[in-house]
């Protein structure tokens, strides 16, 4: 018996039924969100369309953006990974004291890189050994990899400057390189989700775990390899703030991986899994930190940001509910009233 990496049609498939309508992007929610905020807020106060605040909403949105970026493949797989943030923070602790240290700035991003990438390798294997869901293994290394944060930065500012670093200046004189990067990463995640073998076993995955097992796909590698990306993702965010703003602080990134889960959402991604949209991801960023920019442009006191950031964290899983039930709803009555 021969094993193919074929699965039945994945759960955002577009091909269901053809033409019983036309399906939308899974970006269009977004994307209508985004340029509703925008005009919104342009016509509320005129100075938002101001480069120099349009180029700061651009870095603001890079770093978590590129966080949501790896976790639109780990909801792909219907799981979730908590601990993203506190490893985006060690990553940029080992990073920062490496450069302390000597290293050469470029050797001591490496390191961080791969060290994110090695949290989300140890996420993965916890995750196959112990046969739990993501969700509960990440919780707890969340706390752990948070602390570990602590005791090696000893709670302490770590600042190594920015000297000579690539990511601490503007592109084409006023557009971040973080978010050259960012948009960068987003397009080539978006083929590699779309257009690869692996983006195939991601969805597959997702969308019916036995049947892809069946199928001949290693759901376990998938998943652990998902959660490598994700690491990845978070250490390179790590990475980049430290080269951009020549300093990690204790609270740094600490909302991070809710940012990153709620803009996935927002994006398209399902929390059942089975299809992604990274670009969809980039875009609900965008809308997020649109949101609490535009809360320090009308005045709003900063101290709601953090009842702000669980508010969207809240809604994007209500939308994401109701699409769901949306969706099945449709699907009983597709099976009620077939093609003739």
Same mark, same amino acid.
């Given at each position: 018996?021969?094993?193919?990496?074929?699965?039945?049609?994945?759960?955002?498939?577009?091909?269901?039924?053809?033409?019983?309508?036309?399906?939308?992007?899974?970006?269009?929610?977004?994307?209508?969100?985004?340029?509703?905020?925008?005009?919104?807020?342009?016509?509320?106060?005129?100075?938002? &369309?101001?480069?120099?605040?349009?180029?700061?909403?651009?870095?603001?949105?890079?770093?978590?953006?590129?966080?949501?970026?790896?976790?639109?493949?780990?909801?792909? @797989?219907?799981?979730?990974?908590?601990?993203?943030?506190?490893?985006?923070?060690?990553?940029?602790?080992?990073?920062?004291?490496?450069?302390?240290?000597?290293?050469?700035?470029?050797?001591?991003?490496?390191?961080?890189?791969?060290?994110?990438? =090695?949290?989300?390798?140890?996420?993965?294997?916890?995750?196959?050994?112990?046969?739990?869901?993501?969700?509960?293994?990440?919780?707890?290394?969340?706390?752990?990899?948070?602390?570990?944060?602590?005791?090696? =930065?000893?709670?302490? @500012?770590?600042?190594?400057?920015?000297?000579?670093?690539? &990511?601490? =200046?503007?592109? &084409?004189?006023?557009?971040?390189?973080?978010?050259?990067?960012?948009?960068?990463?987003?397009?080539?995640?978006?083929?590699? !989700?779309?257009?690869?073998? &692996?983006?195939?076993?991601?969805?597959?995955?997702?969308?019916?775990?036995?049947?892809?097992?069946?199928?001949?796909?290693?759901?376990?590698? %998938?998943?652990?390899?998902?959660?490598?990306?994700?690491?990845?993702?978070?250490?390179?965010? #790590?990475?980049?703030?430290?080269?951009?703003?020549?300093?990690?602080?204790?609270?740094?990134?600490?909302?991070?991986?809710?940012?990153?889960?709620?803009?996935?959402?927002?994006?398209?991604?399902?929390?059942?899994?089975?299809?992604?949209? %990274?670009? #969809?991801?980039?875009?609900?960023?965008?809308? !997020?930190?649109?949101?609490?920019?535009?809360? @320090?442009?009308?005045?709003?006191?900063?101290?709601?940001?953090?009842?702000?950031?669980?508010?969207?964290?809240?809604?994007?899983?209500?939308?994401?509910?109701?699409?769901?039930?949306?969706?099945?709803?449709?699907?009983?009555?597709?099976?009620?009233?077939?093609?003739?």
């Amino acid at each position: 018996m021969t094993r193919t990496d074929t699965a039945p049609p994945l759960a955002g498939s577009t091909n269901r039924n053809p033409g019983r309508g036309i399906r939308l992007p899974a970006e269009t929610g977004a994307v209508v969100a985004f340029v509703a905020l925008v005009a919104l807020l342009g016509w509320l106060q005129p100075s938002f &369309f101001d480069l120099a605040n349009l180029s700061s909403l651009l870095g603001q949105a890079a770093l978590p953006g590129l966080l949501a970026i790896g976790m639109v493949f780990v909801l792909a @797989t219907r799981e979730i990974d908590l601990s993203a943030g506190a490893v985006f923070h060690l990553a940029a602790t080992f990073t920062a004291l490496l450069m302390v240290a000597g290293i050469n700035p470029w050797l001591a991003a490496l390191a961080g890189v791969a060290a994110g990438a =090695g949290l989300g390798l140890i996420n993965g294997l916890l995750v196959i050994a112990l046969r739990l869901p993501a969700l509960l293994v990440t919780l707890g290394t969340w706390w752990m990899i948070q602390g570990l944060s602590l005791v090696v =930065g000893k709670g302490e @500012t770590i600042a190594p400057g920015a000297d000579g670093s690539v &990511f601490a =200046g503007n592109a &084409f004189v006023i557009v971040p390189v973080t978010s050259i990067v960012f948009v960068v990463l987003a397009v080539a995640m978006h083929v590699v !989700l779309h257009r690869t073998r &692996f983006g195939y076993r991601v969805q597959a995955v997702g969308s019916n775990p036995q049947a892809a097992a069946y199928a001949g796909i290693p759901t376990g590698k %998938v998943k652990l390899l998902t959660l490598v990306l994700m690491g990845a993702m978070a250490g390179l965010a #790590g990475v980049i703030h430290v080269g951009a703003q020549g300093a990690i602080a204790p609270g740094d990134g600490g909302t991070f991986a809710l940012l990153a889960i709620a803009a996935a959402i927002i994006g398209g991604t399902s929390l059942s899994g089975g299809n992604g949209s %990274v670009i #969809g991801a980039a875009i609900g960023m965008l809308v !997020l930190q649109t949101i609490l920019s535009a809360m @320090t442009l009308l005045g709003v006191d900063a101290i709601w940001a953090g009842f702000t950031t669980g508010a969207l964290v809240v809604l994007a899983l209500a939308v994401d509910r109701m699409i769901r039930l949306w969706r099945n709803r449709r699907a009983d009555r597709d099976e009620d009233y077939p093609l003739s």
